[in-house]
């Protein structure tokens, strides 16, 4: 069993294990959790093997005790002594911009567009400061251009955002007809002119308070990443959003400063007793149902902003 992310570096990297290791079944958890619930950790420890790509999941432990586990992953982790292979550049002090460059590594994977949309889609524009990979310049001399791997990122993180797991996981099989097969599904194109709206609706919203923007929204789809993102990409603010959903909080903090660290406030809210995780220039967190400006302000006072 493959168990990936959700989002197009998650999808990318899926479709690189499965031309390089075989076809296999496929499994995302749960939109929205970093994590397996009972239900999740029931089906997918039926399984012999378990390979979790993107992904870093507090349950490996557990799925050692019912299977084989191999992991692959470029976000901040600490080993999993009982995986048969825990494959992480993280691990040796090195950070990787997407999963599909540490498969590309991995498994003397070619750089193609896979590997390309993987990167693009976790780093959007900084993906052309990247000075260790050359991988959108090689794209450029096979014609895919940074605005074409943009929008299939676009489209394929459409998916995860109005909380289609099915069709998250359908995307995976898309992906590996061609970067031209994602670009004109049309599905994915409607998804994305309903996400657009929302996400204009509620970056409208948004307060600046001096150099950062704060917005407290409820909205059911999966938008807060994307609603941070724009914020902080395309405003150039630091950004805190927080998400008030029926049964949970979300929360998330991402800046476009690149000396910002983001590492201390993931393990200050796993103090707290939350699910948190993320890289330097990001963190979300999964809270308890208004507990949202709770953590907001425990941030800012770390901050000191």
Same mark, same amino acid.
């Given at each position: 069993?493959?168990?990936?992310?959700?989002?197009?570096?998650? /999808?990318? &990297?899926?479709?690189?294990?499965?031309?390089?290791?075989?076809?296999?079944?496929?499994?995302?958890?749960? /939109?929205?959790?970093?994590?397996?619930?009972?239900?999740?950790?029931?089906?997918?420890?039926? @399984? +012999?093997?378990?390979?979790?790509?993107?992904?870093?999941?507090?349950?490996?432990?557990?799925?050692?005790?019912?299977?084989?586990?191999?992991?692959?992953?470029?976000?901040?982790?600490?080993?999993?002594?009982?995986?048969?292979?825990?494959?992480?550049?993280?691990?040796?002090?090195?950070?990787?911009?997407?999963?599909?460059?540490?498969?590309?590594?991995?498994?003397?994977?070619?750089?193609?567009?896979?590997?390309?949309?993987?990167?693009? $889609?976790?780093?959007?524009?900084?993906?052309?400061?990247?000075?260790?990979?050359? /991988?959108?310049?090689?794209?450029?001399?096979?014609?895919?251009?940074?605005?074409?791997? =943009?929008?299939?990122? #676009?489209?394929?993180? &459409? &998916?995860?955002?109005?909380?289609?797991?099915? #069709?998250?996981?359908?995307?995976?099989?898309?992906?590996?007809?061609?970067?031209?097969?994602?670009? @004109?599904?049309?599905?994915?194109?409607?998804?994305?002119?309903?996400?657009?709206? +929302?996400?204009?609706?509620?970056?409208?919203?948004?307060?600046?308070?001096?150099?950062?923007?704060?917005?407290?929204?409820? @909205?059911?789809?999966?938008?807060? &990443?994307?609603?941070?993102?724009?914020?902080?990409?395309?405003?150039?603010?630091?950004?805190?959003?927080?998400?008030?959903?029926?049964?949970?909080?979300?929360?998330?903090?991402?800046?476009?400063?690149?000396?910002?660290?983001?590492?201390?406030?993931?393990?200050?809210?796993?103090?707290? $007793?939350?699910?948190?995780?993320? =890289?330097?220039?990001?963190? $979300?967190?999964?809270?308890?149902?208004?507990? $949202?400006?709770?953590?907001?302000? =425990?941030?800012?006072?770390?901050?000191?902003?």
């Amino acid at each position: 069993m493959i168990i990936h992310h959700w989002d197009t570096d998650g /999808i990318a &990297s899926a479709a690189i294990f499965i031309k390089k290791r075989g076809e296999d079944k496929l499994f995302t958890p749960k /939109i929205g959790n970093f994590f397996l619930d009972e239900g999740d950790f029931h089906t997918v420890a039926k @399984s +012999e093997r378990i390979n979790i790509l993107d992904m870093n999941l507090p349950d490996a432990g557990r799925l050692c005790e019912h299977a084989e586990v191999y992991i692959y992953d470029h976000h901040r982790a600490e080993r999993v002594d009982c995986a048969k292979e825990h494959y992480n550049p993280y691990l040796r002090g090195e950070h990787y911009p997407s999963c599909t460059t540490v498969l590309m590594e991995r498994f003397e994977y070619p750089p193609d567009y896979l590997v390309a949309l993987g990167v693009v $889609g976790d780093l959007g524009p900084k993906a052309k400061e990247l000075k260790r990979w050359d /991988i959108l310049k090689t794209m450029e001399k096979k014609g895919i251009t940074y605005d074409m791997l =943009k929008r299939a990122a #676009e489209l394929l993180d &459409s &998916s995860f955002k109005l909380m289609k797991r099915d #069709e998250v996981v359908e995307n995976v099989h898309l992906v590996l007809q061609g970067l031209d097969a994602i670009l @004109s599904a049309e599905h994915l194109q409607k998804n994305v002119e309903k996400i657009n709206a +929302e996400i204009d609706n509620w970056v409208s919203k948004a307060e600046l308070r001096g150099h950062y923007y704060f917005l407290k929204m409820r @909205s059911p789809y999966q938008l807060i &990443s994307a609603i941070t993102r724009k914020l902080a990409w395309e405003l150039g603010k630091p950004a805190i959003v927080v998400n008030e959903k029926e049964d949970r909080d979300e929360f998330y903090i991402r800046s476009p400063d690149a000396n910002f660290n983001a590492l201390p406030l993931i393990d200050m809210a796993k103090t707290m $007793g939350y699910r948190a995780g993320g =890289k330097r220039e990001v963190m $979300g967190a999964i809270l308890p149902k208004g507990e $949202g400006d709770k953590l907001a302000q =425990k941030v800012l006072e770390v901050l000191k902003w």
